[in-house]
């Protein structure tokens, strides 16, 4: 595999959260609007000076991005659609990495916005996928839970992952979430009530869902200079990967893309596996969460529930993760859950996470997956973010 180009020069700026509401009659196009007048007003100029636009949804239709820039008045050069769900930040900031590399542009709006109206996320599972309207959704099987309960027997059975290590993440994620006032979860959890919950589909619990709900996450993607010259604290983006449908051969999923590229992405970062100071992954459950660790080299393979022992992963702990709260406790915005890590991580790094922010944070990795099919996601990525 070549080796790919670095980040030089690119950086994040402006981390926007237009504040998560569980249901919402306005559109998905409102919500954008929101999110798009919030990186103006942190950037200090004009939305109109935004000659790049990136939009993740899956409530927009009939729009994509590029109706948007006739609703809000722009002029991009460059403009990008990602329905890709919880991958979909990590391949934003890609491509608009990429474009600001080249030349393509100046300043790019990376916007991620779904709206939830009542009984509009039944809706959204009928139609999420062919695969879904065909294979799934007519045999009583609809939404995610049955098919990560699947992959969640099979990764837990592999790895000797337990019920009481899914409960650790959980439970340190609403504690981070109880100082973000942005999180819809508001009351502490304990071990014994993420335990003692529910079952939704063995062995998938209550506490190990996320709560879907209407919002936005943004932020801004320029050349270091132009921070520089607005005046906007910035975070570097020194190393990512990408990767669909790793393991195709693979008869459930038991890794992800990410172990494919994690040589890649540390080799890039020019840091040892496991040098940094926060980790916000893709946590659409707690399980997949541990995966990651394992995957992205955190961890040896089988290590996993040694690993989730030996740390503490609130804000104070040995390894802050999900510092926001995550999906599982602040919410899951439709496709904002995949730009929500790395908003939260360039808040932390800018150090202007409040409460919630991890003392000397310096360096966060970030990840994303999604698109899920019966017996597997189909994308990962991750990236590493440094403060400057």
Not at 19 to 41: E, F, I, K, N
Not at 141 to 162: C, E, H
Not at 227 to 248: C, D, M, S, W, Y
Request: hydrophobic content about 45%; glycine content about 12%.
């Amino acid at each position: 595999m070549t080796t790919p180009r670095g980040y030089d020069g690119v950086v994040l700026a402006v981390p926007v959260t237009v504040p998560y509401v569980r249901h919402s009659t306005d559109s998905a196009q409102w919500w954008v609007g929101r999110a798009l007048a919030g990186l103006a007003a942190g950037a200090g100029v004009s939305h109109r000076e935004f000659d790049g636009l990136s939009v993740a949804s899956f409530s927009l239709a009939p729009d994509s991005t590029i109706g948007l820039t006739q609703h809000f008045g722009l002029s991009p050069r460059f403009v990008d659609f990602v329905p890709l769900g919880g991958v979909a930040g990590v391949v934003a900031l890609r491509r608009a990495a990429r474009a600001v590399q080249a030349g393509d542009a100046d300043m790019i709006a990376c916007i991620a916005a779904d709206t939830n109206a009542p009984q509009s996320f039944r809706q959204s599972l009928e139609n999420f996928s062919r695969f879904s309207q065909d294979a799934v959704y007519p045999y009583g099987a609809g939404g995610p839970n049955v098919s990560f309960a699947l992959i969640a027997q099979a990764y837990m059975a592999a790895s000797g992952l337990t019920r009481a290590d899914c409960g650790k993440i959980a439970v340190a994620q609403r504690a981070n979430a109880l100082k973000n006032p942005h999180a819809l979860m508001k009351k502490p959890l304990s071990l014994d009530e993420y335990l003692g919950s529910r079952p939704i589909a063995p062995p998938i619990h209550l506490f190990d869902c996320v709560m879907p709900c209407a919002g936005a996450e943004a932020f801004l993607v320029m050349r270091e200079e132009t921070a520089k010259a607005q005046g906007l604290p910035f975070v570097r983006l020194t190393a990512a990967i990408e990767r669909h449908n790793g393991f195709p051969a693979d008869p459930v999923m038991l890794r992800g893309g990410w172990a494919r590229d994690v040589d890649v992405l540390w080799g890039m970062a020019g840091v040892a596996p496991g040098a940094v100071d926060l980790v916000q992954t893709y946590d659409d459950y707690p399980f997949i969460s541990a995966m990651q660790f394992e995957d992205l080299g955190l961890c040896p393979k089988g290590g996993v529930s040694e690993f989730i022992a030996g740390h503490d992963f609130t804000t104070t702990g040995s390894l802050p993760h999900n510092t926001s709260g995550g999906q599982l406790s602040a919410g899951q915005a439709g496709c904002a859950g995949g730009h929500l890590g790395l908003v939260e991580a360039l808040r932390q790094l800018t150090d202007t996470a409040g409460e919630r922010q991890v003392a000397n944070a310096r360096r966060a990795l970030v990840s994303g997956f999604g698109m899920i099919n019966f017996d597997r996601g189909l994308g990962s990525g991750a990236v590493m973010l440094e403060a400057a």
